[in-house]
Protein backbone atom coordinates (compact mmCIF):
# COMPACT_ATOMS: atom_id res chain seq x y z
CA UNK A 1 0.00 0.00 0.00
CA UNK A 2 1.20 3.34 -0.91
CA UNK A 3 -0.08 6.85 -0.03
CA UNK A 4 -0.20 8.70 -3.17
CA UNK A 5 -2.37 11.87 -2.33
CA UNK A 6 -4.01 13.16 0.62
CA UNK A 7 -6.04 16.81 0.99
CA UNK A 8 -8.04 18.15 3.92
CA UNK A 9 -10.67 20.73 3.49
CA UNK A 10 -13.44 22.72 5.21
CA UNK A 11 -17.20 21.93 4.37
CA UNK A 12 -20.96 22.67 6.22
CA UNK A 13 -22.36 19.96 7.84
CA UNK A 14 -26.08 20.15 6.76
CA UNK A 15 -27.42 18.73 9.62
CA UNK A 16 -26.06 21.22 12.45
CA UNK A 17 -24.78 24.03 10.11
CA UNK A 18 -21.62 23.95 11.61
CA UNK A 19 -17.90 23.87 9.76
CA UNK A 20 -16.13 21.04 9.73
CA UNK A 21 -13.03 19.08 8.69
CA UNK A 22 -12.44 16.10 6.18
CA UNK A 23 -10.01 14.41 5.37
CA UNK A 24 -9.50 12.45 1.86
CA UNK A 25 -6.56 10.18 1.53
CA UNK A 26 -5.67 8.26 -2.04
CA UNK A 27 -3.82 4.96 -1.93
CA UNK A 28 -2.67 2.49 -4.14
CA UNK A 29 -3.03 -0.94 -3.18
CA UNK A 30 -1.50 -2.68 -6.51
CA UNK A 31 -2.01 -1.84 -10.17
CA UNK A 32 -4.57 -0.08 -11.69
CA UNK A 33 -6.20 -0.36 -7.93
CA UNK A 34 -6.63 2.67 -5.50
CA UNK A 35 -8.56 3.28 -2.36
CA UNK A 36 -9.78 6.58 -1.65
CA UNK A 37 -10.39 6.64 2.40
CA UNK A 38 -12.60 9.52 3.18
CA UNK A 39 -13.35 10.69 7.06
CA UNK A 40 -15.11 13.92 8.72
CA UNK A 41 -14.59 15.06 12.32
CA UNK A 42 -17.08 16.47 14.75
CA UNK A 43 -19.74 14.71 16.91
CA UNK A 44 -19.83 11.47 15.00
CA UNK A 45 -16.80 10.60 12.95
CA UNK A 46 -17.37 9.50 9.77
CA UNK A 47 -15.53 7.11 7.20
CA UNK A 48 -16.10 6.01 3.97
CA UNK A 49 -14.08 3.70 1.38
CA UNK A 50 -14.16 4.00 -2.49
CA UNK A 51 -12.49 1.97 -5.07
CA UNK A 52 -10.68 3.47 -8.13
CA UNK A 53 -9.30 2.60 -11.02
CA UNK A 54 -6.10 5.00 -12.35
CA UNK A 55 -8.22 6.93 -14.49
CA UNK A 56 -11.14 7.80 -11.41
CA UNK A 57 -8.39 8.43 -9.31
CA UNK A 58 -6.26 10.68 -11.98
CA UNK A 59 -9.93 12.55 -12.31
CA UNK A 60 -9.85 12.54 -8.18
CA UNK A 61 -6.62 14.12 -7.80
CA UNK A 62 -7.25 16.84 -10.59
CA UNK A 63 -10.24 18.08 -8.88
CA UNK A 64 -11.18 21.70 -8.65
CA UNK A 65 -10.97 22.86 -4.79
CA UNK A 66 -15.03 23.37 -5.30
CA UNK A 67 -15.57 19.99 -6.34
CA UNK A 68 -13.83 18.68 -3.00
CA UNK A 69 -16.00 15.97 -1.22
CA UNK A 70 -18.25 15.11 -4.26
CA UNK A 71 -17.51 11.43 -4.02
CA UNK A 72 -19.56 11.47 -0.67
CA UNK A 73 -23.03 11.27 -2.56
Same mark, same amino acid.
Given at each position: MQLIFSRTYPFLDTKT????????? *? @?? &??????????????GAEEERLVWFDCRA? *? @?? &????TDEYGSDWE
Open positions: LVERQARDT *L @LR &IGENEFILHMTSDGA *L @LW &ISQD
